[in-house]
């Protein structure tokens, strides 16, 4: 399609969006609010549709390009935005908050255009003429009507094959998160601003910046994988720091805890991240040295993060990783008894949530933490695999595919596969009476663990066992992994304590 054809098609817009505009007048004035609204939405449609196929043209021949044209017939909110956008794009008062109002008035009115549509047979109100007033209708057909002008104004002109480049590169960034923070940030826009406004060399000023980043950032990259073997005191040098998030269900977290292991600690920091009602997110920032090559460093970077995790979880016996289950009791948007009008909530029983009580995470529950960190076996090790898998189902568990056998087995697997480890179980004993043994002067009351290794058994030979496995299970499972693991890790430190001392 060359500049011509798009001139052309523009044009057909313009004058479409036109005799819309002159139809929803038309029915305002004889009281079908509703329907004026709706014509003077697809107008502006068609305004916003001329504008994404000049934005589109400069990458007619690239899958982006490709993409808009498409949307330029099919999304209706898409096209709505362009036509709000279209005129302030490259305008130096332009910025990411009046971008943002105006993605939410292009699905505000999308949404009440819809409402004055359809009869919706779930509502009260089955005409759809009262859910638009004619002081809606009359804001939109105004709104329409100074786009339609100021487009018919505007002349277009053919990109030469630079301004081409930089806006194929243009329309791929802002479809990427971090890119667009850094597009509509506020460097960015006061260079527009310098710029006085010009889009064109906007735009390609973002697209040299961009290009320098990346060329610096391959350039580094070469020089990484070119490296030399480093010294062994240069292997010690701090080099690489790792950020990472985890969210939990079980602990709130105070800043009061953070800060005393921020100030203790050096190569782990810690601060608290998005809070909810339920959930807690907790960002950690972990410095690896200069002996981790680039060749290995998400591996090494990914063990860590692993390690650690699993060290909280120990530690606080709660719940801390990368995710949580969604969908946990129902499926629905919305039930309603078509006889009385009125909505039910039915839900599934029992929750998949676990009731992990009023937790509060502690510079104790953190020390406990630094102390599993540091003894727990590192590599490929068949009972932390099984207990991160349990973990993991554990935040995958939901409606749509629950998974309490799995996870209650991966944490009995666990427990077994570590007290292999540990050498505190063999094949040919007891496992009743090993489990037995250890938990006694661990736990007050032990009396019911049997019975829960008894389940565990059954389930890994098939056998149908007489008690339903729900998550509560799962969490006493867990916890006595936990429970068991603290114990060997205890003893260890207490070892290392006394060689310490005794300076042997």
């Not at 079908?32 to 107008?43: D, E, M």
Request: aromatic letters at 10%; proline letters at 3%; glycine letters at 4%.
């Amino acid at each position: 399609m060359d500049f011509k054809k798009i001139k052309e098609i523009r044009q057909k817009c313009i004058s479409h969006a036109n005799n819309l505009l002159s139809g929803s007048k038309l029915l305002l004035k004889n009281g079908f609010h509703n329907i004026a609204y709706h014509l003077a939405a697809l107008a502006l449609e068609e305004i916003g549709k001329s504008v994404m196929l000049v934005i589109g043209y400069a990458s007619v021949n690239s899958q982006k390009g490709a993409k808009i044209l498409r949307l330029a017939g099919e999304d209706h909110t898409k096209k709505l935005f362009w036509a709000l956008w279209g005129p302030t794009f490259g305008k130096k008062d332009m910025s990411r908050e009046q971008i943002e109002s105006f993605i939410n008035l292009s699905n505000k009115i999308h949404l009440v255009r819809l409402a004055g549509l359809y009869v919706n047979p779930f509502q009260d109100t089955y005409e759809p003429s009262e859910l638009i007033t004619p002081k809606e209708a009359k804001q939109l057909i105004s709104i329409a009507e100074a786009r339609i002008k100021m487009e018919e104004h505007s002349k277009i002109k053919e990109p030469d094959q630079e301004i081409k480049n930089s806006f194929i590169w243009f329309v791929a960034a802002v479809e990427d998160p971090e890119k667009k923070k850094l597009i509509f940030g506020k460097k960015s826009i006061d260079k527009l601003k310098e710029f006085e406004g010009n889009a064109a060399k906007w735009v390609q000023w973002l697209h040299e910046q961009f290009e320098k980043a990346d060329k610096e950032s391959q350039e580094l990259l070469q020089r990484e994988l070119n490296k030399k073997e480093p010294s062994d005191k240069e292997k010690r040098r701090n080099k690489w720091q790792i950020r990472f998030k985890l969210v939990t269900s079980s602990h709130s977290i105070r800043h009061k805890a953070l800060n005393e292991w921020n100030s203790k600690i050096e190569l782990i920091k810690l601060a608290l991240g998005k809070k909810t009602s339920k959930t807690c997110e907790l960002i950690v920032d972990m410095i690896l040295p200069a002996g981790v090559p680039l060749q290995t460093l998400w591996y090494v970077a990914w063990g860590q993060a692993r390690a650690f995790a699993v060290s909280l979880n120990i530690a606080t016996r709660g719940y801390f990783w990368w995710y949580l289950p969604r969908d946990i009791s129902r499926f629905y948007e919305k039930i309603i008894d078509l006889e009385s009008k009125a909505e039910v909530y039915p839900e599934r029983r029992p929750i998949l949530s676990l009731d992990w009580g009023n937790n509060v995470l502690s510079i104790a529950d953190l020390n406990r933490a630094a102390m599993c960190y540091k003894f727990l076996p590192k590599g490929n090790v068949d009972f932390l695999n099984a207990y991160v898998t349990g973990i993991s189902l554990m935040g995958k568990n939901d409606i749509h595919t629950p998974f309490e056998q799995e996870i209650f087995l991966q944490f009995f697997h666990a427990l077994l596969y570590a007290m292999k480890f540990y050498k505190d179980y063999k094949n040919n004993g007891s496992l009743e009476d090993v489990v037995d043994r250890i938990f006694k002067p661990l736990m007050k009351d032990s009396s019911g663990i049997k019975g829960y290794i008894q389940m565990a058994e059954e389930l890994k030979s098939n056998k149908k066992s007489n008690k339903k496995i729900t998550l509560s299970e799962c969490g006493v499972m867990k916890i006595l992994f936990d429970v068991y693991v603290f114990h060997r890790i205890n003893i260890m430190a207490e070892k290392e304590l006394r060689k310490d001392k005794s300076g042997k």
